[in-house]
């Protein structure tokens, strides 16, 4: 099992930058698949990237692609993701995952969830 603390959360102007970052526990983090995901309220939590075991693949959504950028460092047991050009529609709850498959980046490959960080964007 993984814990997941997730920080660097705020508020920002549209067009401006933040990065998250995911701190984990347990031994098994640099065999795991980490990603990222967000909730915005009222909607369902969406898928917003990911990344395998070792750094070398990684995959976003559509909204997402160009503007942030995930990365994860096995030492120090952290994911992270650089986010610019922030948009309003990027306002949510970042909650950061674990996924036991190494190499999946799908949704439904990620089992182990943290509480999640605010993500404000003003217009």
């Known amino acids: 099992q993984v814990q997941l603390v997730e920080s660097g959360g705020g508020l920002v102007q549209a067009g401006g930058s933040l990065r998250l970052s995911c701190a984990a526990s347990?031994?098994?983090?640099?065999?795991?698949?980490m990603g990222w995901f967000r909730q915005a309220p009222g909607k369902e939590r969406e898928f917003v990237a990911a990344?395998?075991?070792?750094?070398?693949?990684?995959d976003y959504a559509d909204s997402v692609k160009g503007r942030f950028t995930i990365s994860r460092d096995n030492v120090k047991k952290t994911v992270y993701l650089q986010m610019n050009s922030l948009k309003p529609e990027d306002t949510a709850v970042y909650i950061c995952a674990a996924g036991a498959n190494p190499y999946g980046l799908r949704a439904g490959d990620f089992g182990s969830w943290g509480q999640g960080t605010q993500v404000t964007v003003s217009s």
């Open positions: 347990g031994r098994t983090f640099s065999s795991h698949a």
């Open positions: 990344v395998t075991w070792s750094g070398s693949r990684t």
